[in-house]
């Protein structure tokens, strides 16, 4: 079946340094959704990628999708203490649009 | 307006009884997913319901896992014979359409098998 890896699977940053996670899939995708979840929490809809090379932005974060559709990347710039969180890729292949989710990326910030 | 909202928010039960989670979605929303968490994991798929039937249940672990939604609306997860590797965090979505939309997703609900 469809899988979706996530590297890496832990990051430590100090406050003001830059992130990114990247997404790789087994198969090639219909759409991939980033969503974010603060610890304790559950996760949170970020945007959507749909078109092949997509390119999305929302303040200091930015979303790629890759030509192949089959990889995407979250960076963030300039990290906040409130970047907090994992960040989960999740990918939907096959017509079904039912999102298959990384094991994401749990992002640290040290202030 | 009000999100998803699963009861109960935790459950401890005894390995090999019985036990129901229940999902209320977003009004209007027409689909609704189960996903199970466990620590450190991304949430895996368990089912997904279009309406009133299940659209698709591949990825239910086995048949002592079943869900319902009888109405289209609120979703109940059941699980019989509960073993110890059950126990993750329940989590329910709902979506719009469920095609590509965003899922939102309730606060879960976490699960102990002892």
């Known amino acids: 079946g469809q899988q979706v890896m996530q590297i890496p699977q832990y990051q430590h940053v100090q406050e003001g340094e830059d992130f990114t996670t990247y997404c790789n899939s087994s198969?090639?995708?219909?759409?991939i959704q980033w969503y974010k979840q603060r610890p304790g929490g559950h996760p949170v809809f970020l945007i959507q990628?749909?078109?092949?090379?997509e390119v999305k932005k929302q303040k200091r974060l930015t979303f790629q999708f890759g030509e192949a559709k089959k990889n995407s990347s979250l960076h963030i710039t300039a990290t906040q203490t409130t970047d907090v969180g994992t960040y989960f890729c999740?990918?939907?292949?096959?017509?079904?649009?039912?999102?298959?989710f990384g094991r994401g990326t749990s992002l640290i910030v040290h202030p | 307006g009000a999100g998803v909202s699963q009861t109960p928010s935790n459950k401890v039960t005894e390995k090999g009884k019985y036990v129901e989670l229940r999902c209320d979605p977003i009004s209007g929303h027409t689909a609704l997913y189960w996903y199970r968490q466990s620590l450190g994991q991304g949430p895996e798929f368990l089912i997904y319901f279009q309406g009133t039937g299940a659209a698709d249940d591949s990825g239910l672990p086995n048949d002592r896992f079943f869900a319902v939604r009888p109405e289209g609306s609120v979703s109940t997860l059941k699980i019989q014979r509960t073993e110890r590797g059950d126990s993750a965090v329940y989590l329910c979505?709902?979506?719009?359409?469920?095609?590509?939309?965003?899922?939102?997703f309730g606060n879960g609900t976490r699960l102990t098998v002892t």
């Open positions: 999740a990918g939907g292949s096959g017509g079904s649009y039912i999102p298959t």
């Open positions: 990628l749909v078109k092949s090379g």
């Open positions: 979505a709902s979506s719009s359409t469920g095609w590509g939309s965003p899922l939102h």
């Open positions: 198969t090639t995708l219909s759409n």
